[in-house]
């Protein structure tokens, strides 16, 4: 591939007026026809023009008058864009892209501290799917994206949704042994008590729990029979309907059902079953 050449330039000390380059080299002025000079740049498809890498204060390519914007190449095979001398888009060699940054990891790599903003529309205005694209619905105010079959919204914690086919995992707290039981209700919907060695009472529920939350506890001793005393106080439990175990049975498992009744304050127990 050849280079742009700019030769036969005439010894003036200055350039004419207009249609004329001048080229300062070691010290002494020459000039070219600007007429030849395009000529030169336009010659063919083959022919190049080699620029400096520049750097993002003076970058290569630059507008008129604003000599602190435009386009430099950082290293091979890269681009990156400036604005007001500071770098704020760069393409690597891979093809990914720097947004506010210059580490580009991954495809997009976007460094702000504020937000993007992704297409949104109606169900109607959908565009026909493909594996992984993204959306708004503004017509059900989800975030929904395409699995390559169908359109799945995601779930958004602050409304009501009726989920089709998902299973919900419970939480599981769990202790081997110890003489006061506290199961954590924030974050366990099943307290599980896997070999109790010694006679143990049953503490209020750890945590801030919500009218109608459920709370199985599971009992299981370590092949001896171990007694079991309930709290009863307020925040704690209240049998409704059934009794509350005062042992365990050796070697079986019992468990215990409950739903926190916000109004009276209590773990009510509506559930006593044991291993037969």
């Known amino acids: 591939m050849p280079f742009i050449k700019i030769s036969g330039l005439t010894t003036a000390t200055a350039v004419s007026a207009t249609n004329q380059l001048e ?5 002494g002025s020459r ?3 600007l007429a030849q000079v395009a000529a030169l740049v336009r010659a063919s498809a083959t022919d190049v023009v080699m620029l400096p890498a520049g750097n993002a204060t003076s970058p290569a390519i630059f507008p008129t008058g ?3 914007t435009g386009i430099f190449f950082p290293a091979a095979d890269t681009i990156a864009f400036t604005e007001g001398g500071v770098e704020v ?5 891979t093809g990914n892209v720097g947004i506010g ?3 580009t990891p991954v495809r997009l790599t976007i460094s702000a501290t504020d937000a993007i903003r992704i297409p949104s529309g109606t169900t109607g205005e ?3 799917g493909a594996v992984a694209y993204f959306r708004f619905n503004s017509s059900n105010t989800l975030f929904e994206g395409h699995d390559g079959t169908n359109w799945v919204d995601f779930v958004n914690p602050a409304t009501t949704q009726t989920l089709t086919n998902k299973r919900v995992n419970p939480r599981i707290g769990t202790v081997a042994s110890a003489a006061t039981i506290t199961p954590t ?4 919907d099943q307290y599980n008590v896997t070999a109790l060695a010694t006679a143990a009472t049953i503490a209020t529920p750890s945590g801030t729990p919500v009218d109608g939350q459920r709370l199985i506890l599971r009992f299981e001793d370590n092949g ?3 007694a079991l005393t309930w709290t009863t106080t307020s925040g704690a439990y209240r049998a409704v309907g059934v009794t509350l175990p005062t042992t365990t049975a050796a070697s079986k498992v019992t468990y215990v059902g409950c739903i926190y009744n916000a109004q009276d304050v209590f773990w009510d127990v509506v559930a006593v079953t044991t291993q037969a």
Do not use: L
């Not at 080229?23 to 010290?27: E, S, V």
């Not at 888009?89 to 060699?93: E, F, H, K």
């Not at 209700?185 to 366990?188: K, L, M, P, Q, R």
């Open 101 to 103: 940054t210059s580490i």
């Open 31 to 33: 000039s070219a026809n």
């Open 23 to 27: 080229i300062n080299q070691n010290g």
């Open 185 to 188: 209700a924030d974050t366990a």
């Open 224 to 226: 001896v029979a171990r």
């Open 126 to 128: 959908r565009p026909t």
């Open 89 to 93: 888009v760069r393409i690597n060699s």
């Open 66 to 68: 604003d000599t602190n």
